[in-house]
Antibody
């Protein structure tokens, strides 16, 4: 079964850092481009970052640019999101999502919750 | 910054038809924005309903259809069912690798 499982969320103070992971299984991870999408409590979805299949191309939303870094380790079938200088408004459920070649998000994890609070 | 617009809420009767739209605060949505639609029910991850404007992934019922209506992307549900209740999101490709979700539409079936 194709699956994405996020981990690494938790409570962090404003200004702190956190690293999220996404473990992929059931498919050939290095064939796919990947994304992170977040959802603040009671709010809508927000695309935040993309990485190409080999990790050479990355894009980020303005809201996280310069603070969050997407990366991947294809040998470990894993996607990461390094989050620095965290703010209260970064509090959200963070999903990793697979990018289909037809340009849509075709497989989602269940998310990991990040809470930024003092 | 361009905002992707969706109706905040919509209501449809069981068996009825409803059309949700996805627009831009400035400009028109075309197929070059690669519109896709996702359904989210409480506590669940989003599920893809349509991509590239009007293509359904396998397993999505044909009561869901997509189109470009005027200057917006549209999702039409024909013969709405109770389990169609939930939040519906569109997302558009803005170029330069950037995707932007709409604010979502909360659909009630009653």
């Amino acid at each position: 079964e194709e699956q994405l499982v996020e981990s690494g969320g938790g409570l962090v103070r404003p200004g702190g850092s956190l690293r999220l992971s996404c473990a992929a299984s059931g498919f050939t991870f290095d064939n796919y481009e990947m994304n992170w999408v977040r959802q603040a409590p009671g709010k809508g979805l927000e695309w935040i970052s993309y990485i190409s299949s080999v990790g050479s191309t990355k894009y980020s939303a303005d809201s996280v640019k310069g603070r969050f870094t997407i990366s991947r380790d294809n040998a470990k079938n894993s996607l990461y999101l390094q989050m620095n200088s965290l703010r209260a408004e970064d509090t959200a459920l963070y999903y990793c999502a697979r990018f289909h070649t037809s340009w849509y998000l075709d497989l989602w994890g269940r998310g990991t919750l990040v809470t930024v609070s003092s | 910054q361009t905002v992707v617009t969706q109706e905040p809420s919509f209501s449809v009767s069981p068996g009825g038809t409803v059309t949700l739209t996805c627009g831009l605060s400035s400009g028109s949505v075309g197929t070059n924005y690669f519109p896709s639609w996702y359904q989210q029910t409480p506590g669940q991850a989003p599920r893809t309903l349509l991509y590239n404007t009007n293509i359904r992934p396998s397993g999505v019922p044909d009561r869901f259809s997509g189109s470009i209506l005027g200057n917006k992307a549209a999702l039409t549900i024909t013969g709405a069912q109770a389990d169609d209740e939930g939040d519906y999101y569109c997302v558009l490709y803005m170029g330069s690798g950037i995707w932007v979700f709409g604010g979502g539409t909360k659909l009630t079936v009653l």
